[in-house]
């Protein structure tokens, strides 16, 4: 049984557009929010009133504020400079769609810096009411929290020097290549019959490649060229996608009627283009083509 009452549903179930700033600087409706990032969202009137009571998302709406964790140090993906005050990224854009229709406002919402390892116990001790922060759905981590998605899907590539000889994944045997801790590109690049090393943050990892105490950096192919994009005369992404990564938007299976709602969400942003032009603001400028946006995964039986 569905737990999710929307009693009405505007086009696109998300009920938020997003756009660069520039195609929308002519827009002043009532009820839009300009965020810093050069979004704009429109913010669900009334959200409360469209959720069963009981419901995690009836409890968000009617508190007017979110937790969200998301990566700090992924240029594209999820990205928080020194003196920004608020990330920017795909993955902030996609839980300012969510957090939009539950009636939260950008600036309502808090962002939670979140790194590999501890995503999962962020969400399990509900340090974080939402993850997103480049999360690829496994059936390991659907045991410990719920996923919902994908809302992208990418795939794991190799950074290396600009005069690196590795150019394909034969030549990674034997070397070192580093990741995130608790990661699944360590795992998979350990199969390769590298050594893996793992670090707190990609920023770190960045940091040993660019002077030359590891190998290579491995992750998802859009974070890294996001990393190529910042020094184009030092880094370089090498080899075809190697794996799948389908990222998903982490809850606690405290609250698994979460999942129906994150969907729906997920699946108006895909209709109405908000998904697509918040990944042109963030993923699209590094050069990579907007894609489809994926299938979703069905929920589990409540």
């Not at 600087?25 to 990032?37: I, T, V």
Request: aromatic fraction near 6%.
């Amino acid at each position: 049984m569905r737990l999710i009452k929307k009693t009405t549903r505007r086009a696109g179930v998300a009920a938020v557009a997003l756009a660069l700033a520039g195609a929308l600087a002519a827009c002043g409706d009532a009820g839009n929010d300009d965020d810093e990032s050069g979004t704009e969202v429109e913010v669900e009137e009334n959200a409360a009133d469209e959720f069963d009571d009981g419901t995690r998302m009836k409890e968000l709406a009617d508190s007017g504020g979110i937790t969200i964790g998301v990566k700090y140090d992924q240029p594209g993906i999820g990205f928080k400079g020194a003196t920004d005050d608020m990330p920017v990224g795909f993955d902030p854009e996609i839980g300012k769609i969510l957090a939009a229709d539950l009636g939260i406002a950008p600036e309502d919402i808090t962002w939670k810096e979140t790194i590999s390892d501890n995503r999962e116990p962020f969400l399990t001790s509900g340090e974080v009411d939402l993850v997103v922060a480049s999360y690829s759905i496994t059936d390991e981590r659907r045991e410990v929290v719920g996923q919902a998605g994908p809302y992208y899907v990418t795939g794991q590539q190799l950074l290396v020097g600009a005069d690196s000889d590795i150019d394909s994944l034969d030549d990674v045997k034997g070397t070192e290549v580093c990741s995130v801790t608790g990661s699944t590109s360590l795992e998979n690049i350990e199969a390769e019959g590298a050594k893996p090393r793992g670090f707190d943050t990609y920023s770190e990892c960045v940091d040993q490649v660019l002077n030359g105490t590891v190998d290579a950096m491995t992750t998802d192919g859009a974070i890294l060229l996001g990393y190529a994009a910042q020094n184009p005369d030092q880094l370089k992404v090498v080899v075809e996608p190697f794996s799948e990564e389908r990222y998903g938007v982490g809850y606690s299976l405290d609250h698994p009627e979460m999942c129906e709602w994150i969907s729906d969400t997920l699946e108006g942003a895909f209709e109405d283009g908000s998904w697509e032009d918040g990944f042109a603001a963030t993923l699209g400028k590094s050069g990579v083509e907007t894609p489809e946006p994926p299938a979703l995964d069905e929920c589990p039986a409540a």
